[in-house]
């Protein structure tokens, strides 16, 4: 299998196969980089190249690349943020872009049931693919999120994946019922060239919603089972569990994830904030601050600022007031 490398211009890759200007956007990675190599570009953009180079590879390839040899090359938390992108991407643009097409494409009156029922069907399936990202953004990612902080969750990945009813080959099946439907029997008083562009858009989003489903199950999925058994092997268990065998109430012995939670709530930033600065859910923020507060005895931010300020922990300059 032929695979692009370091050395190779950025402009190459675009030219050999349009689905890489997908790849570029959700790397953050903007066109106009002239004739720099995938490397030069990548390092301008603070993209992990090794990275980059493993997601295009794999979909260069249409998926047989050999997952063991790109896996060594992942670096996991700049994979997690091109998944998140993707998701954006699908959810946000892509699914709503469509949706304006058919509606342009068909006709929406009330005495044409095939046209409101082919609507209907769309948003059914969109909000399918909604739902789906919706619960890998809120399971999955911040179980990958724990990991990458040296945090073994209760569950491991296939365990947090089986709690959801829908799966990608569910997307699949709904995504072909769909395209058989307008293909065979929306009426031929349909404006012909916007509903057939409409339904070329649906086949290329189907292409890009497989290939990043087929990334998910395969060399992400890997990525992940692989860190889970190093932190296995490391011992470390679940932030709650270990906040509950070492803390007793009352206690002032705050750990330095607690401390780096303090710094980053009295520098101004929310919960969420503070999940995407220490790669960790905001539930597992929430579970810090419950600690800081029963430790501390400290609920509100100007009572942090104030013990932050007189333990050293900031900075009066770093303080927002």
């Known amino acids: 299998m032929n695979s692009y490398n370091r050395t190779d211009q950025m402009s190459s890759l675009i030219g050999d196969d349009y689905r890489m200007l997908q790849i570029l956007s959700r790397f953050g990675i903007s066109l106009g980089f002239g004739d720099k190599t995938v490397d030069a570009t990548c390092k301008a953009c603070h993209v992990d190249t090794a990275t980059f180079l493993a997601v295009v590879n794999y979909v260069k390839n249409a998926g047989h690349a050999h997952i063991n040899e790109l896996k060594e090359q992942v670096k996991l938390p700049d994979l997690l943020t091109y998944l998140k992108n993707s998701h954006s991407y699908f959810v946000d643009f892509r699914l709503p872009s469509i949706r304006r097409k058919i509606i342009a494409s068909i006709d929406c009156s009330a005495q044409n049931q095939i046209a409101f029922l082919i609507l209907k069907f769309y948003d059914e399936y969109a909000l399918e693919v909604q739902r789906h990202m919706e619960f890998e ?185």
């Open 137 to 321: 953004n809120t399971h999955v990612h911040p179980h990958v999120e724990m990991l990458l902080q040296g945090r073994m969750p209760k569950e491991t990945l296939r365990e947090v994946v089986n709690q959801h009813e829908g799966n990608h080959a569910s997307l699949e099946k709904s995504i072909d019922e769909l395209k058989s439907i307008i293909i065979k029997y929306y009426p031929s008083e349909a404006n012909a060239q916007l509903l057939n562009d409409a339904l070329m858009d649906i086949y290329m989003m189907e292409e890009d919603l497989l290939m990043h489903c087929h990334l998910e199950d395969s060399l992400f999925s890997e990525c992940v089972r692989h860190l889970e058994a190093e932190v296995r092997e490391n011992g470390d268990m679940d932030v709650q569990e270990q906040d509950e065998e070492t803390d007793t109430p009352g206690s002032e012995n705050l750990s330095e994830r607690e401390k780096e939670v303090i710094v980053q709530v009295v520098k101004g930033l929310s919960n969420k904030e503070i999940a995407e600065q220490m790669f960790i859910s905001p539930n597992t923020v929430m579970t810090h601050r419950r600690n800081i507060a029963r430790k501390l005895n400290i609920r509100s931010a100007a009572g942090l600022t104030i013990y932050a300020i007189v333990n050293g922990l900031v900075n009066l300059d770093d303080v927002k007031l």
